[in-house]
């Protein structure tokens, strides 16, 4: 009876040692999927002498203080996993908000840009409003009293883009006409005809003519350098 009870608290012992043995294994891998870096307790060292006594336990115990093992090193590979996804989680957001930022700056100057570009635009629509009929009406015109009239009405900083789509349309000639369309004046407006709704002087005189080619540009592309843009990628506008 004595034999059988000293048998009785070995088993006991064993399986006790071997499960704790099994939490410390667990534990230091715990500890290395976390990242932190330390040494063994004592009772570690105390019960990793003692951790044969595994053997001597009957089988269902093994595979009970075995399972747990399992589980507690598949909780810690978990942990770890976590921790790294969150890592990349983390990283694709922070790439995330400074792809947005990126592009909030960029569509808040295109506005600024656009609205900036509006604005001189309907500057240049009032002064040629204004400046149009100011020109004194002669028989003839050249070239270069028919650009010296563009400069007052039309913006400066749109008045290289007005001035190189009427030199492509017309070479500043405002009574050029196409032969084949029937095309006229200095922006080839066709029919010249609906340029009569500046004045009935448009076959003429230029001032009406780069005034309607001024507001023609304006109302259909935002200003004379979208509609050179406009130009430039179809030959036409």
Known sequence: MLEGNRVSRISVRGFAVASATAVTAVGAVTGVASGSVGQPSSDAEATAGDSMLLADLPTGQQAQVQTASLTQQADAQAIAADVGAKKDAEESARKQAAADAI????????????????????AAASRSSRDASSFPVQSSYTVSQIQAMARQIVAAGQFQCFSNIV?????????????????????????????????????????????????YMNSRYGSPCEAWSFWQANHWY
């Open 167 to 215: 030199d492509h349309e017309s070479s500043w000639n405002y009574r050029a006409v196409n032969p084949s369309s029937g095309a006229y004046g200095l922006f080839q407006a066709l029919p010249g005809s609906k340029m009569s709704s500046v004045a009935a002087d448009w076959q003429t005189n230029p001032a009406t003519q780069i005034k309607w080619g001024l507001n």
């Open 103 to 122: 592009a909030k700056q960029k569509a808040a100057q295109k506005a600024e840009e656009a609205a900036k570009a509006r604005k001189e635009a309907e």
